[in-house]
């Protein structure tokens, strides 16, 4: 018999979910803000399993912030809570960059191979896409007082004397009087003629609350509740089955892994969606079907594109990598000259995930030069790696740790040969947010090295840790490192 699914649907950081469904396949909108390519698309056929399938764009910008340049960077920036929809035999995709100064409506007839057609309007916040059935075009979006802005009907333009107006004040009010973090993260719904208005908001000394707020007319009046105060799950829409059941996709705050997205059943009363099972997220959904995660995966570098589990931290220099150099392999090469991880280019990275994780990479050294640096690392503002440094014509295993502030060396090792395996393992149990790492010789007999990195999301970034292959140059540019394989394993037996 299939086993029953379960929540968390995704145990990895797949933040401010938008979902939507054409006929029996859902598709689901993410941010990954600083990552690139952006705004990942994602596809499910029983709202469990997801895959990537696109990405909205490669890259937003050139500014020196984008590209790591002049001190500056974007992390914890980029592109945000982006707002996913289907209308005519087009799909929409709207979201705001801080970078940019700008909100940008992609559209496409084909959501999973492009292209997009891109346009430009003015910054709002966490906004809300409607295709009304009037023909009219809705953006709403905001902090505490809520607005709604009006598009032109293809929704690549503000309406010239459309709506432009707050159309819910105080948002936040109906969970109480002392709010931390006002209500945001609209995502507005037509449903059986009815308009509803889903909002987060954080009270003081509680939790991250979900917010419904419905009325007849765009423009009001709108009346709200509280739909869910649970363990912090929170933020998102609606999406119904074929079959006419109806679920919220959110997400929760969990520790070093992200947020992560929660399935949760809705039924209707008295016109009001009613999430959960008695005010609770269920673990167990009712939902037969296997279930496995598709969003990581192991690379062996075998073909000329990279698999779309793989994002750059910050705009990739295409120069300074490839596939095709030396055919199953990826070379990273060193383009300038970094003080640290966090300020090299072209760091590849793919998502963690629990409740624990480990993966495995192999290197060929032989390219690089004196002051540089390669491996694996777990990537965060807080990181720790483990990986090869160059010193002279002496070459170190070393792990480092940055939870100081500093990155600090905590062990050395010195090696000989020029093929070498590093691995990093990740312990997300209760939010114990440990990692671990090793290095091999042979790949066969896997040593304990350096520390465990206590894992911390940090606001800064904004991210959950990433598996991240590395290499940077600190004395001169010009070496390269080749990675074999990335593989994801069994947690470590010696943790």
Same mark, same amino acid.
Not at 35 to 48: F, Q, R, T
Not at 108 to 117: A, C, L, Y
Not at 135 to 162: M, N
Not at 197 to 203: K, Q
């Given at each position: 018999?299939?086993?029953?699914?379960?929540?968390?649907?995704?145990?990895?950081?797949?933040?401010?979910?938008?979902?939507?469904?054409?006929?029996?396949?859902?598709?689901?909108?993410?941010?990954?803000?600083?990552?690139?390519?952006?705004?990942?698309?994602?596809?499910?056929?029983?709202?469990?399993?997801?895959?990537?399938?696109?990405? &909205? *764009?490669? #890259?937003? +910008?050139?500014? !020196?912030?984008? @590209? $790591?340049?002049?001190?500056?960077?974007?992390?914890? =920036?980029?592109?945000?809570?982006?707002?996913?929809?289907?209308?005519?035999?087009?799909?929409?995709?709207?979201?705001?960059?801080?970078?940019?100064?700008?909100?940008?409506?992609?559209?496409?007839?084909?959501?999973?191979?492009?292209?997009?057609?891109?346009?430009?309007?003015?910054?709002?916040?966490?906004?809300?896409?409607?295709?009304?059935?009037?023909?009219? &075009? *809705?953006? #709403?979006? +905001?902090?505490? !007082?809520?607005? @709604? $802005?009006?598009?032109?009907?293809?929704?690549?333009? =503000?309406?010239?004397?459309?709506?432009?107006?707050?159309?819910?004040?105080?948002?936040?009010?109906?969970?109480?009087?002392?709010?931390?973090?006002?209500?945001?993260?609209?995502?507005?719904?037509?449903?059986?003629?009815?308009?509803?208005?889903?909002?987060?908001?954080?009270?003081?000394?509680?939790?991250?609350?979900?917010?419904?707020?419905?009325?007849?007319?765009?423009?009001?009046?709108?009346?709200?509740?509280?739909?869910?105060?649970?363990?912090?799950?929170?933020?998102?829409?609606?999406?119904?089955?074929?079959?006419?059941?109806?679920?919220?996709?959110?997400?929760?705050?969990?520790?070093?892994?992200?947020?992560?997205?929660?399935?949760?059943?809705?039924?209707?009363?008295?016109?009001?969606?009613?999430?959960?099972?008695?005010?609770?997220?269920?673990?167990?959904?009712?939902?037969?079907?296997?279930?496995?995660?598709?969003?990581?995966?192991?690379?062996?570098?075998?073909?000329?594109?990279?698999?779309?589990?793989?994002?750059?931290?910050?705009?990739?220099?295409?120069?300074?990598?490839?596939?095709?150099?030396?055919?199953?392999?990826?070379?990273?090469?060193?383009?300038?000259?970094?003080?640290?991880?966090?300020?090299?280019?072209?760091?590849?990275?793919?998502?963690?995930?629990?409740?624990?994780?480990?993966?495995?990479?192999?290197?060929?050294?032989?390219?690089?030069?004196?002051?540089?640096?390669?491996?694996?690392?777990?990537?965060?503002?807080?990181?720790?790696?483990?990986?090869?440094?160059?010193?002279?014509?002496?070459?170190?295993?070393?792990?480092?740790?940055?939870?100081?502030?500093?990155?600090?060396?905590?062990?050395?090792?010195?090696?000989?040969?020029?093929?070498?395996?590093?691995?990093?393992?990740?312990?997300?149990?209760?939010?114990?947010?440990?990692?671990?790492?090793?290095?091999?010789?042979?790949?066969?007999?896997?040593?304990?090295?350096?520390?465990?990195?206590?894992?911390?999301?940090?606001?800064?970034?904004?991210?959950?840790?990433?598996?991240?292959?590395?290499?940077?140059?600190?004395?001169?540019?010009?070496?390269?490192?080749?990675?074999?394989?990335?593989?994801?394993?069994?947690?470590?037996?010696?943790?």
């Amino acid at each position: 018999m299939m086993a029953g699914a379960i929540n968390p649907i995704i145990w990895a950081d797949v933040p401010d979910p938008s979902v939507i469904r054409v006929g029996d396949t859902y598709y689901m909108s993410s941010t990954t803000m600083h990552m690139n390519p952006g705004v990942p698309i994602m596809k499910s056929k029983d709202l469990v399993n997801w895959e990537i399938v696109n990405y &909205v *764009y490669d #890259v937003l +910008g050139e500014k !020196d912030a984008q @590209v $790591l340049a002049n001190g500056k960077n974007e992390y914890g =920036i980029g592109s945000w809570a982006s707002s996913l929809r289907y209308h005519n035999g087009s799909y929409y995709v709207v979201f705001s960059s801080q970078t940019e100064e700008s909100t940008f409506v992609f559209k496409t007839s084909d959501i999973e191979n492009g292209p997009w057609e891109k346009h430009t309007l003015p910054f709002v916040h966490d906004m809300s896409l409607l295709f009304d059935d009037d023909g009219s &075009v *809705y953006l #709403v979006h +905001g902090s505490g !007082d809520i607005k @709604v $802005l009006e598009l032109t009907a293809d929704a690549t333009a =503000i309406k010239p004397g459309g709506l432009n107006r707050v159309i819910i004040p105080d948002s936040s009010a109906v969970a109480g009087p002392d709010i931390a973090l006002p209500a945001e993260g609209a995502h507005l719904h037509k449903i059986n003629g009815m308009y509803y208005v889903f909002l987060i908001t954080w009270p003081r000394g509680g939790m991250r609350t979900q917010l419904c707020y419905r009325a007849q007319s765009i423009t009001g009046p709108w009346e709200g509740r509280v739909v869910l105060q649970d363990a912090g799950i929170a933020q998102g829409g609606l999406v119904d089955t074929p079959d006419g059941k109806w679920y919220a996709l959110l997400f929760g705050d969990r520790g070093a892994v992200g947020r992560i997205p929660y399935l949760v059943p809705v039924r209707w009363e008295s016109g009001w969606p009613v999430f959960g099972v008695d005010g609770r997220v269920p673990v167990e959904l009712g939902v037969s079907c296997s279930q496995e995660i598709k969003i990581v995966a192991s690379d062996e570098f075998d073909d000329d594109r990279l698999s779309l589990v793989w994002q750059w931290n910050h705009n990739p220099d295409n120069d300074h990598w490839s596939l095709t150099e030396r055919p199953g392999y990826l070379r990273l090469r060193t383009p300038r000259i970094s003080k640290e991880i966090t300020d090299a280019q072209n760091i590849l990275t793919q998502r963690t995930f629990g409740p624990t994780c480990s993966a495995q990479v192999a290197v060929d050294i032989d390219g690089l030069q004196s002051g540089d640096y390669a491996g694996l690392a777990l990537f965060q503002k807080i990181y720790g790696f483990v990986g090869v440094k160059i010193c002279g014509k002496g070459q170190y295993v070393v792990m480092a740790d940055a939870s100081s502030g500093t990155c600090v060396e905590v062990e050395r090792i010195p090696v000989a040969q020029t093929r070498l395996y590093f691995k990093a393992a990740c312990d997300f149990r209760e939010q114990r947010d440990l990692a671990y790492f090793f290095y091999s010789l042979d790949g066969e007999e896997w040593l304990p090295i350096g520390r465990p990195l206590k894992m911390l999301y940090t606001l800064p970034h904004f991210m959950g840790y990433r598996f991240a292959l590395f290499c940077f140059a600190t004395r001169a540019a010009g070496g390269y490192v080749d990675f074999d394989h990335f593989r994801i394993m069994d947690f470590p037996s010696q943790v």
